[in-house]
């Protein structure tokens, strides 16, 4: 069965920092990948999604990742972080298709 | 396109009392999730449909929950004899085909049993 392991379940960065949000995958056959974003008291808003094409995935807000088989990990990166940025993020993960199963969840608080 | 609609918002109830809640995906959408969400932790499964065959359920979804999708369309979530275990935020998502595409969340339903 397919999870997703989040490491670090808050980050804190300074506005204009990088942003690197770690997710570690299982699955059992080629899997596909997706980052979700989650405001307070709002529903989850996909990001970006890896579907077996181009392993440096580009999504919204200027959010990038990238899938590393060898490694099974499909990190979230940002060049500078800005303070709209606070929010939390969810890894996720479907055998192809099947149901998504999410990580629990990384915490991203931008500091001024 | 409207986006998933879920409603009510917020809901509190007593304990041992029935709830309902509602859930309008995207129209041209064919399949249907429901996701449990719990403070400190990330969304977890509870059912699918397909049109309106409901196609998997976890385990996660004991007796006294019951889901449906009359005519392949709207799709409403019921907890009979409600628990203080309960009180999470239910989410509803909806896609095309495969999950590959990604879902599309609505904004929840946020259920305080107390």
């Known amino acids: 069965a397919q999870s997703v392991t989040q490491l670090g379940s808050h980050v804190s960065v300074s506005e204009g920092a990088l942003v690197l949000l770690r997710c570690n995958y299982s699955s059992s056959v080629p899997p596909y990948l997706f980052w979700y974003v989650q405001y307070p008291n709002q529903g989850l808003q996909l990001l970006l999604k890896y579907t077996s094409a181009a392993t440096l995935v580009k999504g919204i807000n200027g959010f990038e990742a990238e899938f590393k088989k060898s490694e099974t990990s499909f990190h979230l990166t940002k060049p500078s972080a800005h303070m709209s940025d606070a929010a939390e993020y969810f890894c996720a993960v479907s055998d192809p298709g099947n149901k998504l199963v999410f990580g629990a969840g990384t915490i991203l608080r931008v500091k001024s | 396109d409207t986006g998933v609609s879920q409603d009510p918002r917020h809901k509190i109830t007593k304990r041992g009392q029935n709830v309902t809640f509602r859930c309008d995906p995207i129209?041209?959408?064919?399949?249907l999730y429901w996701y449990r969400q719990t403070l400190g932790q990330g969304p977890e499964f509870l059912t699918y449909?397909?049109?309106?065959?409901?196609?998997?359920k976890s385990r996660l979804l004991s007796d006294r929950f019951s889901a449906e999708r009359p005519k392949g369309s709207f799709s409403t979530l019921e907890i009979q004899r409600t628990e203080q275990g309960d009180s999470a935020m239910y989410l509803c998502a909806s896609s095309l085909g495969q999950s590959d595409l990604g879902y599309t969340f609505g904004s929840g339903t946020r259920l305080t049993v107390v």
């Open positions: 129209s041209e959408h064919n399949r």
């Open positions: 449909f397909q049109n309106e065959a409901q196609l998997e």
